[in-house]
């Protein structure tokens, strides 16, 4: 069913993007048939060109459109880059510089923020983005409306008390403790600028997108739920982050997102000229296409990297010799020869390289077959005539759940349950797709033993939110506030002062963790891979890792 009107408008020659679904479905026959044809070269004069229209092949587009519920969103957060603005711009080194706000400072105790807002900036019904609309954000990201089934952004500062309007373009910010990471969080994915009077609409009508105002370079044109969605440029935007060098209106007039399941359609249609972009084409295949003179691309983003978080209630890792015979008994160095390319990194640490703060504790995980089959025997599991470790008449069983944000997951866990499996582990794979997914694979769900973790994050600050149960904190370790040390540490990282004090306690609370077993790293992530047309130039990269088509250009 479409949802909203298009929009009456006078197009360049080219595709439209109701020209989309049959172009789709003639590329699936292509498919069928064998490879797709070779590429052109592409060009350009290297100066941005006005107009043309982007089409983009994506495997999801999620279950709600509900800003709050689905921002965070891999596959959604791309529309959402598109429609609205953020306060702060971060790059994908985690330098972070102005954009809605313009300036801002803090008090001595990091308790305090004031943000002196951007004039001139508006929604797309042209109301004002002004101090009232700031804290109508800041609200809904940091408290949520449970009685609506809104949710709270995940990772905004559990500390956040309130915010007040001192005049119409500037907002004081106050938090219950020291809360250094405050400023960073404002440019996360979840962090979108959202009019008030969408805020103010019940879910049901949040979840229509054509209700969903934002103050971005790109404005709704059409959306039709499960299949496709329509954006099309807005004429008078002119409040670009000066970190992306270009200002006014985007110089591409459309960017339809396209529904297309299948990794070999998506891939085929870019190939064909039929599409300028395919997201998660398989990494095995991004030397072949470069070869062929498309662009790929794969960014990666600021948070942690790719692995399970443990299930400490869940036995048998409930004991600290398994979960770190689990760690141990995972080979990354064959992971990345065999299911991904050179342009992927061995996990370090918890936490992306990129990540400022994030330091080299790859020892405490390092891969050692030898020391994992000595911590299990110490455990008391013992091999059986079948290979299988049992202990007490039990066998020594781990569910693996692939992500379905993550293209590579199902492969990369059918090699781990082959790695473990020469240690002893019974190992299961279970896929779902996206909603179902969300549905079962929860964390501290008393089924699921290991959580693989996508998360990506802004500040090192905030990753104490997710460590513990404390100030609602999301308690990946099912640990709640049992291990005081962690709690320390995590109350040490959250509460200091400035970026040099929290330094040594970040890096204590990175060991701690992998020490303990609580966090298995496999890689460093690359969730957010790309397929793109040499004719596509100019496309920018933020610090999640999301392509921003408001710098590109067809040439």
């Given at each position: 069913m479409n949802t909203s009107r298009a929009a009456r408008r006078v197009r360049p020659p080219g595709r439209t993007p109701r020209m989309i679904a049959g172009?789709?479905?003639?590329?699936?026959?292509?498919?069928?048939?064998?490879?797709?044809?070779?590429?052109?070269?592409?060009?350009?004069?290297?100066?941005?060109?006005?107009?043309?229209?982007?089409?983009?092949?994506?495997?999801?587009?999620?279950?709600?459109?509900?800003?709050?519920?689905?921002?965070?969103?891999?596959?959604?957060?791309?529309i959402w880059g598109h429609l609205t603005d953020k306060l702060v711009y971060v790059d994908e080194k985690g330098a972070v510089?102005?954009?809605?706000?313009?300036?801002?400072?803090?008090?001595?105790?990091?308790?305090?923020?004031?943000?002196?807002?951007?004039?001139?900036?508006?929604?797309?019904?042209?109301?004002?983005?002004?101090?009232?609309?700031?804290?109508?954000?800041?609200?809904?990201?940091?408290?949520g409306d449970a009685a609506r089934g809104i949710n709270p952004?995940?990772?905004?500062?559990?500390?956040?008390?309130?915010?007040?309007?001192?005049?119409?373009?500037?907002?004081?910010?106050?938090?219950?403790?020291?809360?250094?990471?405050?400023?960073?969080?404002?440019?996360?994915?979840?962090?979108?600028?959202?009019?008030?009077?969408?805020?103010?609409?019940?879910?049901?009508?949040?979840?229509?997108?054509?209700?969903?105002?934002?103050?971005?370079?790109?404005?709704?044109?059409?959306?039709?739920?499960?299949?496709?969605?329509?954006?099309?440029?807005?004429?008078?935007?002119?409040?670009?982050?000066?970190?992306?060098?270009?200002?006014?209106?985007?110089?591409?007039?459309?960017?339809?997102?396209?529904?297309?399941?299948?990794?070999?359609?998506?891939?085929?249609?870019?190939?064909?000229?039929?599409?300028?972009?395919?997201?998660?084409?398989s990494p095995q295949e991004l030397k072949s296409f470069a070869d062929q003179g498309f662009t790929t691309a794969t960014p990666r983003y600021l948070g942690f990297v790719n692995g399970f978080a443990v299930n400490t209630k869940v036995a048998p890792f409930d004991d600290v010799r398994v979960r770190q015979a689990l760690q141990h008994g995972i080979d990354r160095k064959e992971i990345i020869s065999t299911v991904y390319t050179p342009d992927w990194q061995a996990a370090q640490s918890l936490f992306?390289?990129?990540?400022?703060g994030a330091t080299d504790r790859s020892a405490d995980f390092a891969f050692d077959a030898a020391k994992s089959a000595s911590l299990l025997d110490e455990a008391g599991w013992t091999k059986g005539s079948d290979g299988v470790r049992a202990k007490d008449g039990k066998p020594l069983t781990l569910t693996l759940y692939a992500n379905p944000y993550l293209a590579t997951s199902k492969s990369v866990d059918e090699l781990i349950a082959q790695q473990l499996g020469k240690l002893g582990f019974k190992v299961d794979i279970q896929a779902f797709d996206v909603v179902t997914y969300g549905e079962r694979v929860k964390v501290n769900s008393p089924s699921v033993a290991a959580y693989e973790v996508t998360r990506s994050f802004i500040d090192a600050g905030t990753?104490?939110?997710?460590?513990?149960?404390?100030?609602?904190?999301?308690?990946?370790?099912?640990?709640?506030?049992?291990?005081?040390?962690?709690?320390?540490?995590?109350?040490?990282?959250?509460?200091?002062?400035?970026?040099?004090?929290?330094?040594?306690?970040?890096?204590?609370?990175?060991?701690?963790?992998?020490?303990?077993?609580y966090f298995v790293p496999i890689t460093q992530i690359v969730q957010r891979i790309y397929l793109q047309s040499p004719k596509l130039h100019g496309v920018a990269y933020n610090g999640l890792a999301y392509a921003n088509y408001y710098t590109a250009w067809l040439g």
């Open positions: 172009l789709v479905a003639a590329v699936v026959a292509l498919a069928a048939c064998g490879p797709g044809v070779a590429a052109n070269s592409g060009g350009g004069s290297g100066e941005p060109k006005q107009g043309g229209d982007v089409t983009f092949l994506i495997d999801s587009l999620g279950d709600t459109w509900i800003p709050n519920n689905s921002a965070i969103s891999s596959f959604q957060g791309h510089s102005p954009w809605v706000a313009e300036s801002w400072e803090q008090n001595d105790t990091a308790t305090e923020f004031t943000l002196h807002l951007r004039k001139g900036v508006t929604f797309s019904d042209k109301t004002p983005v002004d101090a009232a609309a700031v804290l109508a954000n800041l609200d809904i990201w940091a408290k952004i995940g990772l905004f500062p559990k500390t956040y008390d309130h915010a007040e309007a001192v005049d119409p373009a500037t907002v004081k910010v106050f938090f219950k403790a020291p809360t250094l990471g405050f400023i960073p969080t404002l440019g996360y994915h979840g962090s979108i600028l959202i009019s008030p009077r969408t805020i103010a609409l019940p879910a049901a009508q949040q979840a229509d997108l054509a209700n969903d105002l934002g103050s971005g370079p790109f404005v709704l044109s059409s959306w039709k739920e499960g299949d496709s969605v329509v954006l099309k440029k807005r004429a008078d935007y002119d409040w670009a982050p000066a970190a992306l060098k270009h200002q006014g209106p985007a110089y591409l007039d459309s960017i339809t997102y396209k529904l297309v399941a299948q990794p070999s359609v998506r891939t085929s249609a870019v190939q064909s000229g039929q599409a300028d972009v395919a997201y998660n084409p992306q390289s990129n990540v400022p990753v104490a939110g997710v460590l513990t149960d404390a100030n609602k904190g999301e308690n990946w370790f099912g640990l709640g506030q049992s291990d005081p040390k962690l709690v320390a540490l995590a109350t040490g990282v959250t509460s200091a002062l400035s970026v040099d004090t929290r330094a040594p306690i970040l890096d204590e609370l990175q060991g701690y963790v992998l020490q303990q077993g």
